[in-house]
């Protein structure tokens, strides 16, 4: 993706507010601890990856005036910002990760001074981009090699490089197939109720000269029964020891279909969002969001006044859907359980 979605500049973090997209592309300074935990609540920034590095910011936002003339006073500070920034989200488990990195951090640093803290909480944030950069190229380089000239590939939901600090997962082996010179058309779902395939997805690879067409969630299947889909890529926002995958509401739907038709269905994830600690797809906590991002769409009444809404972000696709999980260390097949602990 030809631009970042969190830039740091003279030590002013910036990002893409993509509420915006793809109307208009503005980056907004993030002055605040509070201004970031709003961005990441409201989908300024989002994406699992994307959300992780935010937060990492985050915490320096939150810990950058801190008064603390000791360590065990800056430690609070720390654990403050650190356990307020946890409550924006609940699904993505890379906010979780880029936290609890920070605090080790923190920690394994405690015998420097404050001021010299704070630096190293704000050079890890950076060091984050630069890593995160470096494992969605490498995992783009897996996922290219399962792809073929001309071949058509499905995604949902916006896993691509507005989901991360530039490349994505889902879209890297594309950008990487087109650069090898293969020929890659993506069908894009428009992903409801907030619409990141179309905003997002369609924006971005249109940005950068790939072929994509948009189509609405309830069209996946007709476009795969047509034959014009080889490959389903995804991304994930935590997937589960076992294999099962929590990711964009709508994506089991889409796994479903995929085995229907027998098209491969793999799963892009970064190993920062494989949660070992969960042996299961139905420990992850889902997250539900407000009634009015169905009923209100965009501003728009499209429902009845006071209507009942479920709302849920995110969905689990069982294991038995994945055809494999492209990482940045290497693609694991089944069974998950045993793969992905050899993978750590
Ligand atoms: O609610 P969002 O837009 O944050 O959801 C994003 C997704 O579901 C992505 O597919 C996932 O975070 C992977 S991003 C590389």
């Not at 951090?105 to 630096?119: D, G, P, T």
């Not at 060091?127 to 470096?134: Q, R």
């Amino acid at each position: 993706m030809p631009v970042d979605t969190i830039a740091v500049h003279e030590n002013q973090v910036k990002i893409i507010d993509q509420t915006l997209l793809p109307l208009k592309m503005e980056y907004i300074t993030i002055h605040t601890i509070g201004e970031m935990w709003e961005a990441i609540k409201v989908l300024r920034i989002r994406g699992a990856p994307a959300i992780g590095i935010a937060a990492a910011f985050g915490v320096f936002l939150g810990v950058k005036e801190s008064r603390a003339q000791d360590f065990d006073t800056f430690w609070k500070d720390v654990e403050k910002a650190t356990d307020f920034l946890a409550s924006a989200r609940p699904t993505a488990v890379n906010l979780f990760w880029a936290l609890d990195r920070i605090k080790k951090l923190v920690q394994y640093n405690r015998e420097h001074s404050i001021s010299e803290l704070k630096k190293v909480i704000f050079d890890e944030a950076v060091c984050m981009i630069k890593e995160d950069n470096a494992i969605c190229r490498t995992l783009g380089e897996f996922g290219a090699d399962l792809l073929n000239d001309g071949d058509g590939v499905l995604t949902h939901c916006n896993a691509g490089g507005l989901a991360t600090a530039r490349y994505g997962t889902a879209l890297a082996p594309i950008y990487v197939a087109k650069e090898q010179g293969k020929h890659i058309t993506v069908f894009s779902d428009e992903t409801r109720p907030l619409l990141q395939g179309a905003r997002l997805t369609a924006w971005e690879l249109h940005q950068e000269g790939i072929p994509v067409t948009l189509i609405c969630d309830n069209m996946a299947a007709a476009v795969m029964a047509k034959g014009w889909v080889q490959a389903v890529i995804v991304g994930t926002d935590r997937t589960a020891a076992n294999g099962d995958v929590a990711n964009k509401i709508g994506t089991y739907g889409v796994a479903i279909l995929a085995k229907e038709h027998g098209i491969p269905f793999y799963v892009a994830a970064p190993t920062s969002s494989i949660d070992m600690t969960l042996s299961h797809g139905d420990q992850i906590s889902i997250e539900e969001r407000a009634a009015e991002e169905i009923t209100h769409g965009f501003g728009l009444q499209t429902a009845p006044e006071g209507i009942r809404v479920y709302n849920p972000a995110f969905d689990v696709t069982p294991n038995r859907y994945v055809t494999g999980i492209i990482t940045e260390k290497d693609v694991v097949y089944p069974p998950y359980s045993e793969n992905l602990k050899k993978l750590f």
